[in-house]
């Protein structure tokens, strides 16, 4: 009997201990994911290379495995000020640390160290895939008139996969309905002090999430971020209202402010204090003249590149 994809159900939980599988709930730790591509099995392998009187293959050896996976969720706050939305561990998997104000906000910032790992649950209309020590990258896409996104890629150690039935009363009731972006949604949108038409905007924390596999180790550590970031809008009606050309030329650095939703426990920031554009191009929409530019993301005085905060 062929197995349905669409029975699909992601679990994840913060895992304390190291090389331990922390045991998630249905009813806690459902995730509310799209656009999942999982490769529970990603092998590295050695060439046997002995000389062999034909030609052909001469065979290889696994030397390590571990599992990946990628997937979207759609961003938006808890429904309480103050409460970290359900996804919350997913941008802590990611070295980002969270500070909760009490009835106020939670905020999410780059970390250098301690980072925390998850272990997530991937079933299959019966069967789970186990990932342990999982830690990963994020990227957020907000583009006009569609829903704003975080797209994760998570990479962790290999479990065997195992017969196991979906668990029952999985939750999603943390997860509200998003608000898509617009200009009624997005109340702000500033780069560099310019309030731009924006069409899409796209950041990515680009952490380096390697695997490692040798004697009396096996791990999964992040070693380095470089963020980015792109933006497309319609051409400033003048050079002397912003000349990004200049900006890029010139090396200038300049702040990000986005704010969307309305409503205590709705409300989705964006800040960062140093974006620098390295490069412009141009392209056209409904006859519209855009600009697109490409955006590094600098820290100022470190682990502080961007906050994302939801009040």
Known sequence: MSKLFRNTLLLAIIQPVPLTAAVPTAADNAILASAADAKPVVAETVERNNVQPFLGN?????????????????LQGSGVAGTAPKFGPLLRGCAMGETIVASTSVAYAPVTNGHESLTLHWYIDGIRHLMTDAKGTVAFTLNAK????????????????????MP?????????????VNKQNTTTFSLHGFT????????????????????????IRITERTPTGRIVMEHPDTIAAKNWADSVVNNTSGALSI?????????VEFSGPKLI?????????????????DLDVMPNAGNDEFILTFK
């Open 58 to 74: 001469k065979g290889k050896f696994v030397t390590a495995v571990h599992s990946e996976v990628s997937f979207e969720v759609e």
């Open 146 to 165: 569609g829903i704003p996104v975080m797209k994760y890629t998570f990479t962790g150690l290999y479990s065997t996969p195992t017969d196991t039935a």
């Open 168 to 180: 029952s009363g999985a939750n999603f009731a943390g997860f509200l309905d998003p608000k898509p």
């Open 196 to 219: 731009a038409a924006v069409e899409s905007f796209d950041l990515d924390l680009a952490n380096q999430v390697v695997y490692t596999n040798r004697p009396n180790s096996e791990s």
């Open 259 to 267: 704010v969307h939703g309305s409503g205590a426990g709705k409300i």
């Open 277 to 293: 554009p390295r490069s412009m191009d141009f392209s056209e929409q409904d006859g519209i003249a855009m600009i697109s530019v």
